[in-house]
């Protein structure tokens, strides 16, 4: 079981409060959490990865176990603390200004 922090507005528009819990097959790595989020709730598709390309977007943020996962390859394994359940995969809404 994979547990993800959404950011608040990922949440509402998700109808979800707290984690959410997935249940993933295969290793687990970014590409496999997102597709089994968004498949569990389509109404998250292209806001967190683009829809054609697959590719996150600009001010989304990915975090696990203290590490900025962001720039990882999305079919790498995520740390055996998230994939254990122990640790949140965290998706985060990035700041942007002055």
Request: aromatic content about 6%; some cysteine; overall charge negative.
């Amino acid at each position: 079981m994979i547990r993800v922090v959404l950011p608040a507005h990922l949440k509402n528009l998700a109808h979800v409060t707290g984690e959410v819990r997935l249940d993933v097959t295969g290793p687990a790595t970014q590409r496999l959490v997102l597709d089994s989020l968004e498949a569990r709730y389509p109404m998250l598709l292209g806001t967190i990865r683009d829809r054609h390309s697959g590719k996150r977007r600009a001010f989304v943020r990915f975090y696990a176990c203290q590490e900025d996962l962001s720039n990882e390859s999305p079919d790498a394994p995520l740390p055996e603390p998230v994939a254990a359940g122990e640790e949140p995969f965290i998706i985060l809404g990035a700041m942007a200004g002055g």
